[in-house]
């Protein structure tokens, strides 16, 4: 959403850049690193990590800073409210419940995306393997690396991708991660045609997701619609999505009705 200048107010916008730039790299900032990672002064980064800290959505040391719990109200809240996670998770119970793996369902932030919804633990026998980095609800993934990144990107029109992909740096994060721009293309391409995706090894190692698109009654991807497997020794892929896809595009066109 666009808005005019006269309307936007700047200190809140600068506040709310300092409380996102806490991320897994780093968890405790100074002034001068939330300078550097915000392109603000250290002295305005200073003042925005102290309000940020008196307001109790950081904690410090005197020194360096932290997110605070009270963040949580954030995501409580949206969490609370949002209709997708409440219309997706009966579907997604019972599609890990039939598939023996957790599913979730995931949205685009930009270079992310964030897991909105995530199948009951309860409902899969293998949870205790599953050990991929950062699969929590709520969690953030890069969108190159990921099937539902993937999928989503594929979602968006022409104009839509090719203004995201202007630019755009694809961190490594396996030996895997596909890192050029001239290589993600066609795969987003193929995506766009197939309709779904399948990744492997990109985002962690061992790591393996199928994913498809959930769509609203006008045909506009709202999110994606994922299942993560976790298999260090040698598989049949194919048939791997042979026997998800079925499965997921019937979860997808349950839930299409109420999105």
Known sequence: MTIASADLIAGLAKGLAVLESFDMQ???????????RTGLTRAAARRHLLTLAHLGYLESDGSYFWLSPRVLRFSGSYLA??????????????LALKLRQPCSVVVLDNDEVVIVARS?????????????????LGAR?????????????????????QQWRHERELPRL????????????????????????????EHELSVHAVAVPLRDMQGRTVA???????????????????????????????VRGQL
């Open 120 to 136: 009951n633990t309860s409902t899969t026998s293998d949870m205790h393997q599953l050990s991929a980095y950062g699969l929590h």
């Open 174 to 201: 396996t030996p895997h991660t596909v890192t050029q721009m001239e290589s993600l293309a066609p795969i987003i391409e193929q995506v766009r045609e197939q309709d779904w995706c399948y990744a492997s090894g």
């Open 26 to 36: 780093r968890q405790r900032l100074n002034a001068t690193l939330a300078a550097q």
């Open 81 to 94: 409210s949002a209709r997708l996670p409440r219309l997706v998770q009966p579907t997604l119970n019972q």
């Open 141 to 161: 993934l890069p969108a190159h690396a990921t099937s539902t990144g993937r999928m989503l990107l594929a979602s968006k029109s022409q104009s839509e991708w």
């Open 224 to 254: 994606a619609l994922n299942v993560v497997l976790h298999r260090a020794t040698a598989f049949d892929e194919d048939a791997l999505v042979a026997e998800l896809l079925p499965h997921m595009l019937d979860a997808a066109r349950q």
